[in-house]
């Protein structure tokens, strides 16, 4: 074949090629769009794929019976629902927000963290998981059209699990086995809610936006402030909130949308000061010896900075190098806020404030403690509650592709909203307002001599009495027997406990609800339901703590359950 001529059957072959290239590109374009026109069944059909996804995904990482990896304060959110639903006050250490919400699951379970666990996932599972599907795909489609909504919200199902093979093989365990359990739900921990409360609180700031009615923007600001209850260091989400309204010049906005925030905040107040006898951000100048960083505040007031803005950037910078280490590329996760930003800009400018603001306050507070590290997970599950932010600003890359941006359909635009009704903002001030404060002023504080929960570490558990146990005396010895009810398919083991000669078993510190800790003396750890102790004084005090973990390692785990006291002499 002569050159001319190859060249010609080269050229033939581009031709049918691009042609080949375009008309499947036409054939996709199309598809995307019917099932634009029609977006409710394919959300359906995701969140089917969600549920089916996350089945497998419960039934083949390591748990123990419904018991998942849990690091953090999730044993603490259970006591305090439990304690409310029995008409007592807590010590207010956390919000009251995830409490108050599973305040009806302390009638239907017992006492303990494993008990509220079926409930508690089933709602984050059956509820909120399908809720933050529909805000991603609403705010997606308000960003780019119906199809980007499509996009994003497949997007969002896929990729907790797409991500896995990025992450080099020793993170593993941290990535699929500690964080993702988190990310999806499988915890009781308030991390996930309250990564949901702000992506719904988004959605509702930019219909109010939309809108421009006053109960939007009301309804917007409750949510947040539900937000800030469940997690108060979700104050750092109102960044992005105003930077939507400063960069949209909608500023008669603002007004109802403090005052929805405001009340759910009041609570919050009103919780501290009830639970814990002062509000911890504020504290008496005279008794400040050693305060760090304070603002100055009236009445001789100082709001106490350094306890929770820690801004560490040599911790910053390793957390960066982490990133490079455990994942396949840090520059890539490092791009995408930015890249994502310019992308959405280019639709809204002040939808990319909205979002890049609340991703980056959560980045710049959240991401530089010593206490957040890549290596340890924590970086991750610390900076869930602005995932959204991150993912919808990575879900919009491709507006970036040239006359992506200029040629959304406007028949796949979402319409303009409508007023949310008064009966509807009334009915939510009263679920998230009204109710929560009645029963945290009707609440009795914990009693110091025989307190319903006790704080053994920093974890405080319910004193549950079906935690029978008995002595029996040979000589000098006492041998403890116990047993309790059933906790299915989750095994537990046993931590005993004894108070020093002359010791308490418990001290109560002071503060509106008393946080009574722990003093006794730990014997010992066990499998068995029963414990003999060669010489205790004859005066001491016994204690068994019902104790698992996601791994059944007796070596690890807290407590979850605590006996009531039992005399060393029959």
Request: net charge positive; hydrophobic share 50%.
């Amino acid at each position: 074949m002569s050159p001319p001529e190859a060249a010609s059957g080269q050229t033939q072959l581009l031709e049918r090629g691009w042609k080949g290239i375009s008309e499947a590109g036409a054939t996709l374009t199309r598809a995307g769009l019917r099932l634009a026109d029609r977006p409710l069944p394919v959300l359906g059909g995701l969140v089917a794929v969600q549920w089916l996804a996350l089945l497998a995904f419960a039934l083949t990482v390591r748990h123990n019976g419904v018991v998942f990896y849990q690091g953090g304060d999730q044993i603490n959110y259970t006591t305090n629902a439990w304690l409310l639903g029995n008409g007592s006050l807590p010590p207010a250490i956390l919000g009251w927000g995830w409490p108050f919400v599973l305040l009806p699951f302390g009638w239907l379970a017992e006492s303990d963290y494993v008990s509220f666990l079926p409930w508690t996932i089933g709602l984050n599972v059956l509820v909120l998981g399908p809720l933050a599907l529909a805000c991603v795909y609403a705010l997606a489609a308000r960003i780019g059209g119906r199809l980007l909504g499509l996009w994003a919200a497949a997007l969002w199902v896929a990729a907790p699990y797409l991500a896995i093979p990025f992450f080099r093989a020793d993170y593993h365990d941290r990535y699929v086995e500690q964080f993702l359990p988190q990310a999806l739900g499988l915890t009781a921990l308030a991390d996930f809610p309250s990564m949901v409360c702000l992506l719904v609180a988004a959605w509702l700031a930019v219909r109010a936006l939309d809108a421009g009615e006053w109960t939007n923007a009301a309804l917007a600001g409750l949510a947040a402030g539900f937000g800030i209850a469940i997690k108060p260091a979700n104050v750092l989400f109102l960044v992005g909130p105003v930077l939507l309204v400063l960069l949209a010049r909608r500023f008669r906005l603002v007004l109802p949308y403090a005052a929805g925030l405001g009340p759910p905040l009041l609570v919050l107040l009103v919780w501290k000061a009830r639970g814990l006898g002062d509000l911890p951000l504020f504290a008496l100048e005279e008794a400040r010896l050693a305060a760090g960083a304070t603002l100055a505040a009236p009445l001789g007031v100082s709001v106490d900075v350094a306890r929770y803005v820690d801004l560490d950037w040599a911790n910053f910078r390793s957390n960066m190098a982490e990133l490079r280490e455990f994942f396949w590329s840090a520059r890539v996760l490092q791009w995408l806020p930015f890249a994502g930003a310019f992308a959405v800009a280019r639709r809204s400018l002040p939808l990319a404030g909205l979002l890049a603001g609340w991703f980056a306050a959560f980045l710049l507070i959240k991401g530089t403690p010593p206490q957040s590290t890549v290596e340890s997970g924590s970086f991750f599950r610390l900076l869930m509650p602005a995932y959204p932010a991150y993912f919808l600003l990575g879900a919009a890359l491709p507006l970036l592709v040239p006359g992506v941006a200029r040629r959304v359909p406007k028949q796949l635009l979402p319409g303009r909203p409508g007023a949310i009704s008064r009966r509807v903002l009334a009915g939510a001030g009263v679920g998230l307002v009204v109710l929560p404060l009645l029963v945290i002023s009707v609440a009795r504080p914990l009693s110091r001599e025989e307190p319903d929960a006790i704080t053994i570490g920093s974890i405080l558990t319910p004193v549950d009495p079906s935690v029978k146990v008995g002595v029996r005396a040979d000589g000098a010895r006492r041998t403890l027997i116990w047993t309790h009810r059933d906790f299915g398919a989750t095994e537990v083991f046993y931590r005993v406990f004894r108070t020093a000669a002359g010791g308490a078993d418990f001290d109560c510190l002071a503060g509106g609800s008393p946080d009574c800790r722990l003093e006794m003396l730990p014997l010992g750890t066990t499998r068995k339901q029963a414990f003999t102790d060669l010489s205790p004084p004859t005066d001491a005090l016994y204690r068994v703590g019902v104790a698992t973990n996601w791994a059944n390692d007796s070596e690890g785990g807290d407590v979850i359950a605590l006996s009531p006291p039992l005399a060393a002499t029959p």
